[in-house]
Structure formats: C-alpha cells, structure tokens
C-alpha cells in the first residue's frame, strides 16, 4: 500500500456513537456505516489488517463512505507483526471484524442484523455469479448431454406430480421435447392459480404413464446427461423426490446425484434486477409462446431463454 495509516473501524465506531446523541440516529447511522465499509472494502478488493481491537482498512477506503474529521482520531500505523490480507466480500470482512476481541469491537444488535443482511446478499450475489458463469459454460458446450427439466403439480397439493416435461440438448444440438402425463392424476386439474394446459403440448405427442413408470423413464434419460438446466429447477427436483413417499426418496434422490444443476432463475437477475417467470423473460427477449404451465412447453421455452440468458 502507498501508506501504512489505517483507520480502526471499531474505535472509529465508537467515535461516532459518542458524537450522535439520538439513539434512533445512531442506530441508522450505524447499520448503514458498517455495510458500507463492507462494500468499500469488498468493491476494491483492498487490503485490510483483522487486529485484537477490531479492523484495520486504509484511510483513502474509508474516505470513500465516510469523510468526517474523526478519521483522524482513529487512524494508527501498523505494527510489525500486522499482516494486511485481501478481503473481497462482504462475509470476510464482517467474519474479521467480529471476530475481533477488543471492547469496541463486539457488534450491537442492530450491527448484528446489518451483518446477516449483508452475508445474505453477498451469498447471493455470489450464488447469482455462480449460476450465470454455469449457463454460459453449459450452453457453449459441444460435448455435453444436457436435459431442461420442468414439473407440474396439483395447484392445491403440491406432493401431487401432474405431469414432467423435458428438452434433451445433445452436443450444443436440440434432440428433443418430450412430455409425460401421470396416468393416475389426469382428473386432477389446475385453474384458480395457474392455467390447465396439460392437454396443450406443443411440441409433438403427450406420453402416458403412471408416477412409478414416468421416474423410471426419467432415470434413465438421466443416465446420459451430465447438466441439469430449469426455472426454479430445485423446486421440482425436490418435488419428484418425494413424489412416491418417504420410502422411494433416497432412491429417487439418486438420479440426480452427481449432476451439475443451473437455475436459470438465477441468471434474470441481470434483466431486471430481479428474478423473472419464464414468461416474463419470454416477453422481454421477444420469443413466441403459447399454452404455458405445460411441462413440455415450459421446458423447450426455457432452453430457448436460457439461450439468450447466455449471452447477456
């Protein structure tokens, strides 16, 4: 670093408690000072030095959020056996600071909830980058099985698999849509939540199976695919584990063990700022649909808004 003066964030919190009288204030005042130091520090993946009496960040970082006079007060030079580190989320840098064991150091509780907020969003975020990175890969692949897979359930029991639908990509190429109907709940019908479209696939003939008879076909598609790509797609895994009851979920669980899974609800975040429907992103990126909430459909439509999530 081009200094050797750091700011001690736990004396300079302790410095502005004493000089903001209004106990509301101060709680506001502290809640937001401490994530953004947070996000100073993790934006610019700076140096910071965890000490015995709280953490220790560059003056020019902490000028960044916070440029009052009492900077001055609660800057030191390092000593010699003070290491700085890289922090480079928001985690790291709240972990080192309550981890430290001054008496300025220990978190209030409204810090306390700032913390968990802020480890919240930076898991997030990381979780986000994670699945955007993921789709990226996988759609670029040429040597990769990949299925899109969606279910749908009863709207008033949600235990209740109406039907599975699949897209199979087979080395960067389309090989298939497919949709199953569960033989057993074809009287069950959705219409106050969602639309019925069961009886509406697009993209070729419906199949007709029993739940049994369906998981063992989905079992083996799953055989040969190496990702596992849909909206939401660990709702409806979990769904079809426990489709059959308490005594078939380890062995349903099974199929997808050892499987990349995507969500691709992850990746519309960088759309809108929020997590979008398949038909909201279907709308944005201006793609023609029709008869939605159908398994089928609904997974063919995902892998073609997958393909444009790639690439944004």
């Known amino acids: 670093m081009t200094t050797n003066q750091y700011v001690n964030l736990s004396i300079l919190r302790g410095l502005l408690l004493e000089h903001t009288p209004n106990e509301y204030k101060r709680v506001m005042l502290m809640q937001t000072k401490l994530?953004?130091?947070?996000?100073?520090?993790?934006s610019?993946?700076?140096y910071a030095v965890p000490t015995r009496m709280g953490l220790l960040v560059p003056e020019e970082i902490a000028r960044q959020v916070l440029d009052t006079p009492l900077i001055e007060h609660a800057m030191r030079p390092l000593k010699q056996n003070e290491q700085p580190s890289i922090f480079n989320d928001v985690e790291g840098i709240f972990i080192a600071l309550a981890e430290a064991k001054g008496p300025l150091a220990k978190l209030t509780k409204a810090e306390s909830r700032a913390k968990?907020?802020?480890?919240?969003?930076?898991?997030?975020?990381?979780?986000?980058?994670?699945h955007n990175e993921a789709l990226k890969e996988a759609m670029s692949a040429t040597d990769k099985m990949i299925i899109f897979l969606d279910v749908e359930w009863y709207e008033r029991s949600k235990g209740?698999?109406?039907?599975?639908?699949?897209?199979?990509?087979?080395?960067?190429?389309?090989?298939?849509?497919?949709?199953?109907?569960?033989?057993?709940?074809?009287?069950?019908?959705?219409?106050?939540?969602?639309?019925?479209?069961?009886?509406?696939f697009n993209f070729g003939s419906s199949m007709k199976m029993t739940l049994k008879d369906a998981l063992?076909?989905?079992?083996?598609?799953?055989?040969?695919?190496?990702?596992?790509?849909?909206?939401?797609?660990?709702g409806d895994i979990t769904v079809l584990t426990h489709a059959l009851g308490?005594?078939?979920?380890s062995n349903i669980h099974s199929m997808f063990k050892g499987k990349q899974v995507v969500d691709t609800v992850h990746s519309t975040n960088k759309?809108?700022?929020?997590?979008?429907?398949?038909?909201?992103c279907l709308d944005h990126f201006g793609i023609?649909?029709?008869?939605?909430?159908?398994?089928?459909?609904?997974?063919?439509?995902?892998?073609?808004?997958?393909?444009?999530?790639?690439?944004?």
């Open 35 to 42: 994530v953004n130091y947070a996000r100073a520090v993790a």
């Open 44 to 46: 610019a993946c700076s």
């Open 116 to 130: 968990r907020k802020a480890i919240k969003k930076a898991q997030s975020k990381r979780k986000r980058q994670h």
């Open 160 to 200: 209740k698999v109406t039907e599975i639908g699949y897209t199979l990509i087979e080395n960067g190429k389309h090989s298939g849509t497919h949709h199953i109907l569960i033989s057993e709940r074809m009287n069950l019908r959705n219409k106050k939540f969602v639309p019925d479209n069961k009886d509406n």
């Open 216 to 234: 063992e076909h989905l079992r083996t598609v799953l055989v040969h695919c190496d990702i596992i790509i849909g909206h939401s797609v660990g």
């Open 246 to 249: 308490h005594k078939h979920r």
């Open 271 to 280: 759309i809108a700022g929020q997590r979008m429907s398949i038909m909201r």
């Open 288 to 312: 023609e649909h029709s008869h939605l909430h159908n398994a089928g459909n609904d997974a063919h439509y995902n892998w073609l808004v997958a393909q444009e999530l790639a690439t944004v």
